[in-house]
């Protein structure tokens, strides 16, 4: 079973590879961006877009890191409270017995 999954991911991978590959041999076009106060150099248009997606990707994962660190945050806080109240829950078990005999 894990075998197939590696399999089913190196395809996958593959047919990112060869559409990226397909991508920029057909946008050899030139071009040089003009952002109002700087004028970018003049490089093919893939590259262009593959930066900008790279920088919306990396611009997105700061976004969230945020969000990330608050719910891992929640998540260390539930797990401590879940081993106290097992404690407690073990506690009374025994305590149970005890009065039991």
Partial sequence: MRW?????????????LLIG?????????????????VELPAISFSVWLLA???FGVILGMLAMLGV????KARLARSERH??????????????EFKELT
């Fill in 21 to 37: 590959i397909l991508f920029a041999v057909n946008n050899q076009q030139t071009i040089a961006l003009n952002l109002i106060w």
């Fill in 52 to 54: 900008t997606l790279t």
């Fill in 4 to 16: 197939i999954k590696g399999l089913i991911l190196a395809v996958v991978l593959l047919v990112v």
């Fill in 82 to 95: 879940n081993k106290q109240q097992r404690k407690e829950l073990d506690r009374l078990r025994t305590q």
């Fill in 68 to 71: 990330y660190a608050r719910l």
